[in-house]
C-alpha cells in the first residue's frame, strides 16, 4: 500500500501546473486591482505594489458606473431564472411523469434546442427583437436568456423528477388530495433541491452571458456587468487596467464563491442530468 | 378500471394535460429560436440591402459569395483547428485529471473546487484578464517568464500572428476543462471497485486496467463530453472576440467572430445570414449525432 501523505503530494505535483494556470488569472486580478495606478503602467512590472490601495475599488465603482450595471444584470438574471422555471417546471414534470404519444418527440426536440447557441442565432434573434421594439430594452435580454435556458433546464429537472418517487403522490391522490395539493404538499418541496440547482445554473448563464447583451442593448446606462466591463476595455486607446481588474473581481468573485459553496450539489446534479 | 391501471392515472392522466403542460416551452422555443431560424433562412436566399430590406429570389447568391469570399475559406480551417485542438487538448487532459481527482488524496476537495473554478467565471471576464496579462509591456506573463530566465526580450503574445492564435487555443482547453473534467468523474464514480480489485489480483497492471477496463466502462461519457465540447467551441464567441476580435490581420478570426462582424461591422446580411444557416446545418448534424449517442448511453444505462 502507498504511503497517503507520499501519494498526497505525488497528486498534488501532477495536478500543480493546471492549478498554477487556473489561480494565475485571480493573482494579476487581485495584484493589478490593489495597486496605485503609476505602479500598474511600470516597467517591469511586479507582482507586489508598494501600497495595497483598497481605495480602487471605491474609485472604479464611481468612475465606471459600475453599480447600475450590477443592478441590470441582478434584473435581467432573476427574472430570467424565474420565468424559466416557470415555463420548465411543468414541462419536465409531464416529460417525467406523463406518457403520451409525442415525448419521445418532445425530448429529441429539447437536445436539438439545447445544442443551438446564441450566436449562430443572434442576427435574427436580433431582427426579431427590433421588430418587436424590445431593442436596447432589459426585456429582450429575459426573453432570449430564458429561450436559450428552457431545453437544459427542462432536461435537467426531468432527470431529477424521474428520481422522485411517485407513490407518495398515488398515496395522496387516494388519501383525496387534489392535484394542486399534491404538487403544493409532496411533489414540490421533494423536488425543490434540483429547482434549486438548475435555478443557479440558469443564473450563472444570464449573469455571465455576452453576446446577446452586447447584440440587443445600445445605451450605456442599461449593460449589464459582463457588458460594462468589456466596454471598459474594448475600443480604447487608454485602459485604466487598474480599474478594470478591480471590476472582474467584483464580476467574478460572487459567483465563483456560489460555485464553489455549492460545488458539490451542482456536480452531482449536472451528472444526473448529462447521463440521463 | 382499465383507466386506473395506466401509469399517469387520476386527473393528469385526462389525454390533454401532458400537451398543456409543454406547451409554454414549445410556444417559447419556436418564437425566439424558430423565427429567427425561418427569418435568417428567408433572408439567405433573397437579395438583402443592409438594413434588412429584402428583395427578390436571388438564386443562392448570398451562399456564392459566402463561399467565394476571400476570408471564408480562412476562416473555416481556422474554425476547424481551433475546434479540433481545443476538443482533442481538452480531452487529452481531462482523463488524467479527472483520474487523480478520482483517487483519495489529502485536499482532495480543495483540489476539486480549484479545478472548476474557470467555470463560474465568465468567458469574458477570462478573457479580459489574460489580454491584461499577455501585454507584451506590462503582462505578468512576460514577467514571470522573465523572472525564472525563460524569456530575454517580451513578446507581443496577442499582436503577433505566430502566437496569438496557439495562446487563445491553450486558454480555450484551459476553460473547458471543469466541464469536461465534471462529466468523466460522474463516469470514474460509476464505476464498481470489485471488477479492479479482481483484475488487480489477476495481476493486471495499472496500464492495463486503464486500457481495457476504464477506458471502455467511461466511454459513453467521452463521446458525450467530445460530442458536446464540439459544439461548444465550434461556437465560441467571447473569448476570441474579447482577447483579439480576430486581429492581427483577421489570422484569429473563426467562422463565428466573422460572423459578427459581417452582420453587426460590415452590414453584409446577405452573407451573414447564409453563413448563419450554414452553421446551423453543421451543428445541427453535430446534434443528431450527439441523440444518437445519447440515445444509446441511455439504453445501455437502462
Known amino acids: 500500500m502507498e504511503h497517503p501523505v507520499r501519494k498526497s503530494l ?44 483598497l481605495q480602487n475599488f471605491v474609485d472604479m465603482w464611481h468612475a465606471t458606473r459600475l453599480g447600475p450595471a450590477v443592478m441590470n444584470s441582478l434584473v435581467v438574471s432573476i427574472a430570467a431564472t424565474a420565468l424559466c422555471l416557470l415555463v420548465a417546471i411543468p414541462a419536465a414534470y409531464a416529460a417525467a411523469r406523463m406518457e403520451f404519444t409525442g415525448r419521445k418527440l418532445f425530448r429529441q426536440f429539447l437536445l436539438v434546442t439545447q445544442m443551438l447557441s446564441p450566436i449562430v442565432l443572434v ?154 | 378500471m382499465n383507466r386506473a391501471r395506466t401509469p399517469a392515472n387520476g386527473k393528469i392522466g385526462r389525454a390533454s394535460a401532458p400537451y398543456l403542460l409543454i406547451l409554454p416551452s414549445i410556444l417559447f422555443a419556436f418564437w425566439i429560436i424558430g423565427y429567427p431560424i425561418y427569418d435568417m433562412a428567408n433572408m439567405s436566399v433573397h437579395a438583402v440591402n443592409r438594413f434588412g430590406k429584402t428583395a427578390a429570389f436571388n438564386d443562392f447568391a448570398n451562399y456564392q459569395r459566402l463561399f467565394s469570399h476571400q476570408l471564408f475559406i480562412g476562416c473555416l480551417i481556422r474554425t476547424l483547428v481551433w475546434t479540433v485542438f481545443v476538443v482533442g487538448g481538452t480531452v487529452l487532459l481531462s482523463v488524467p485529471i479527472a483520474l487523480i481527482l478520482n483517487e483519495k488524496f489529502f485536499g482532495r ?101 486503464f486500457r481495457y477496463l476504464t477506458l471502455p466502462l467511461i466511454r459513453p461519457f467521452l463521446n458525450i463530453v467530445l460530442v458536446l465540447n464540439f459544439i461548444y467551441v465550434f461556437n465560441s464567441f467571447p473569448l476570441i472576440w474579447v482577447m483579439t476580435q480576430g486581429d492581427p490581420a483577421n489570422s484569429t478570426d473563426i467562422l463565428v467572430t466573422w460572423l459578427y462582424k459581417l452582420a453587426f461591422r460590415y452590414g453584409e446580411l446577405g452573407i451573414a445570414s447564409a453563413l448563419s444557416i450554414v452553421m446551423f446545418v453543421i451543428l445541427l448534424a453535430l446534434t443528431i449525432t450527439y441523440a444518437a449517442l445519447a440515445m444509446r448511453n441511455e439504453r445501455s444505462t437502462a
Open chain 1, 123 to 276: 442576427l435574427g434573434i436580433f431582427r426579431l427583437m427590433a421588430k418587436m421594439g424590445f431593442v436596447d430594452q432589459l426585456p429582450a435580454l429575459v426573453l432570449a436568456y430564458v429561450a436559450f435556458n428552457l431545453a437544459f433546464s427542462v432536461w435537467m429537472l426531468q432527470a431529477y423528477f424521474q428520481t422522485i418517487p411517485k407513490e407518495l403522490e398515488e398515496a395522496a391522490t387516494l388519501d383525496g388530495a387534489s392535484t394542486m395539493q399534491r404538487m403544493r404538499l409532496i411533489f414540490l418541496p421533494l423536488a425543490a433541491p434540483a429547482i434549486g440547482i438548475t435555478a443557479v445554473f440558469i443564473f450563472i448563464y444570464c449573469w455571465n452571458e455576452f453576446v446577446l447583451a452586447m447584440t440587443l442593448l445600445r445605451s450605456p446606462e442599461k449593460s449589464t456587468l459582463t457588458l460594462q466591463t468589456f466596454s471598459l476595455v474594448g475600443g480604447r486607446y487608454q485602459v485604466e487596467w487598474d480599474h478594470v481588474m478591480a471590476a472582474t473581481l467584483v464580476a467574478s468573485v460572487p459567483v465563483a464563491a456560489i460555485f464553489a459553496l455549492l460545488q458539490r450539489s451542482l456536480v452531482s446534479g449536472l451528472t444526473v442530468g448529462a447521463v440521463k
Open chain 1, 10 to 53: 505525488l497528486m498534488w505535483l501532477l495536478l500543480s501546473p493546471l492549478v498554477i494556470l487556473i489561480l494565475f488569472p485571480f493573482a494579476v486580478m487581485v495584484s493589478t486591482a490593489v495597486k496605485p495606478r503609476v505602479e500598474v503602467l511600470m516597467y517591469p512590472p511586479s507582482w507586489f505594489p508598494s501600497e495595497i490601495r
Open chain 2, 109 to 209: 476537495t480543495l483540489a476539486r473546487i480549484i479545478i472548476m473554478l474557470p467555470w463560474a467565471v465568465s468567458l469574458t471576464m477570462t478573457g479580459i484578464v489574460w489580454r491584461w496579462s499577455l501585454n507584451g509591456q506590462f503582462g505578468m506573463v512576460n514577467a514571470t517568464l522573465r523572472e525564472f530566465g525563460l524569456q530575454d526580450t517580451p513578446i507581443e503574445w496577442l499582436a503577433t500572428s505566430t502566437t496569438a492564435f496557439p495562446i487563445l487555443i491553450a486558454i480555450g482547453i484551459l476553460v473547458s476543462i471543469p466541464f469536461t473534467v465534471t462529466v468523466i468523474l460522474g463516469g470514474l464514480s460509476s464505476l464498481q471497485a470489485d471488477v479492479f480489485e479482481a483484475a488487480r489480483i489477476d495481476g493486471a497492471t495499472a496500464w492495463q486496467r
